[in-house]
């Protein structure tokens, strides 16, 4: 018995009387020398050269004609294992039976073992019989369901010294599936700390990574940070992420996705999920603090802003507004109308969002009656003219207007002037001189008038504008003269 690579020497002694002649050496009764050399070499054995040797030598006397021996040379060999498939890719998820095979060329047969190449363990399996000249050839038996990611299964073989080994790969990824991906969540504040979830299954479980997508053409790979933190739950088939960013500034006003990986052979990527920015809410414009009379219609204004868009209602003294008010909104701006019933009623503008609620509290005052009444202020006419004034008088609510009258107490004329704000002005050639007038003021709001005030003057004289005219005189018997002109 020799190994492949061996040199092997045979060597054959013919002795006897008569004297053998040269001999000569068969292989498989096969000539192969004929040099009558009793030494055959063979270098370099082969396993081909497993064979019967013969070397054989001739009498030429009766009664012998030839005289032969045999050897039988057995040249032991192993060549390298070899697996098939060697790599393949199944998915756990749909179990199925998987065979390996693993082929040696030896001779004699060699014993063929499977080792589990992640763990080292041992894998029982029966050898396929199989002829005596081989080669050996062992299976691998494999339920799909039973693997979880990257396998390596080892089939080895020994013969003397000499080593044949050779590695089956089976990748037993299922695709990724997300279970939940990211949600777009509510807008949030500067500041505050927004959480998105991504949950994806496989075999073996998925690497998940997060993205910012501020660029779509280039989105940045999150990593933990001050204002980032990335919690990662790992089991057999499934793993779950949640990203936790505390908002900073604009640029974590963005859009969010999360990517499933395993292993480079499946993945998946989530929708998109934007995060918002949010603002709290605020009342822009207040309404404003009326003073209306009893049963005067009444309007309140409230302008607010936010983001979301703030929900605005009112309160009136703490209650929903009854029949006797109605409430307009349009987007931003809202108005309450309604009727004065009662004094000192609160009015209340409230805007809500998700962040805060704005409010806004203004007073209904009743009045009960009309201003008081003006103060005429002295006057100094002239001849013809003259300039009127008075004093506004208090009133809770906008005066409308005032009510004004000039007569001539001597002749009860009602005269002619122009209203200048708080005075009125008489024209030239309006007034006569030397002559006596009533002036008479009131004011007037939506409670009704004032009492009057009331001022007598006298206009100023004024000399004659030419000198008399048509003079006539007479005289009489008893020496008087009379004397007459216009």
């Not at 969540?185 to 501020?214: H, K, M, N, Q, Y």
């Not at 009379?293 to 979301?308: A, H, K, L, T």
């Not at 005269?415 to 001189?433: A, C, H, K, Q, W």
Request: net charge negative; charged share 15%.
């Amino acid at each position: 018995t020799v190994y492949v690579g061996d040199q092997v020497m045979l060597e054959c002694v013919a002795i006897g009387n008569p004297v053998p002649g040269p001999i000569r050496w068969l292989r498989n009764n096969t000539n192969i020398s004929t040099n009558g050399n009793g030494t055959l070499t063979l270098p370099n054995i082969q396993p081909d050269d497993t064979a019967i040797y013969q070397c054989v030598t001739e009498i030429n006397e009766y009664p012998f004609t030839s005289i032969a021996a045999y050897t039988y040379l057995l040249v032991q060999f192993i060549e390298d294992a070899v697996v098939s498939p060697e790599t393949q890719l199944v998915n756990p998820f749909v179990p199925t039976f998987i065979i390996i095979t693993c082929t040696v060329p030896s001779h004699p047969l060699v014993e063929i073992t499977w080792v589990d190449g992640i763990s080292g363990n041992t894998i029982d399996v029966n050898q396929l019989a199989v002829g005596f000249r081989g080669p050996s050839i062992s299976q691998l038996n494999l339920n799909t369901g039973d693997l979880n990611g990257k396998h390596l299964f080892n089939c080895t073989a020994e013969l003397s010294q000499y080593v044949s080994t050779a590695t089956a790969i089976v990748n037993a990824y299922s695709p990724v599936n997300l279970t939940i991906e990211p949600d777009t969540t509510d807008p949030v504040l500067v500041g505050f700390t927004v959480s998105f979830l991504c949950e994806a299954e496989s075999i073996p479980p998925p690497t998940i990574t997060w993205f910012r997508i501020s660029d779509p053409g280039n989105p940045v790979q999150l990593v933990e940070d001050t204002n980032i933190t990335i919690t990662n739950t790992i089991s057999s088939t499934m793993t779950s992420s949640n990203l936790s960013v505390t908002v900073g500034g604009t640029e974590d006003f963005t859009e969010y996705q999360c990517f499933a990986d395993n292993a480079g052979f499946f993945n998946q990527t989530s929708r998109i999920a934007n995060l918002t920015r949010g603002f709290k809410a605020v009342i822009t414009q207040d309404p404003r603090e009326a003073i209306a009379v009893i049963d005067e219609d009444v309007m309140f204004n409230c302008s607010v802003s936010g983001f979301p868009q703030p929900m605005i209602n009112w309160t009136v003294d703490g209650n929903p507004p009854d029949s006797e008010f109605s409430v307009i909104t349009a987007d931003l701006d809202s108005t309450l109308m309604g009727v004065a019933r009662n004094n000192n009623t609160q009015i209340q503008c409230n805007a809500t969002n998700m962040f805060n609620t704005a409010q806004s509290i203004v007073v209904l005052i009743l009045i009960a009656g009309p201003p008081l009444a003006p103060s005429i202020l002295p006057i100094n006419p002239g001849p013809r003219e003259a300039l009127i004034q008075w004093n506004e008088p208090f009133s809770l609510i906008d005066i409308l207007d005032y009510n004004v009258a000039l007569v001539s107490m001597d002749t009860d004329a009602i005269m002619p002037f122009t209203v200048e704000g708080l005075s009125i002005r008489v024209n030239e050639t309006d007034l006569s001189p030397f002559t006596n007038y009533s002036v008479i003021v009131s004011a007037r709001n939506r409670a009704g008038v004032s009492d009057n005030d009331t001022m007598e003057f006298q206009t100023d004289q004024a000399a004659p504008t030419a000198s008399p005219t048509d003079i006539l005189t007479s005289a009489t018997l008893l020496g008087q003269i009379f004397v007459s002109w216009s």
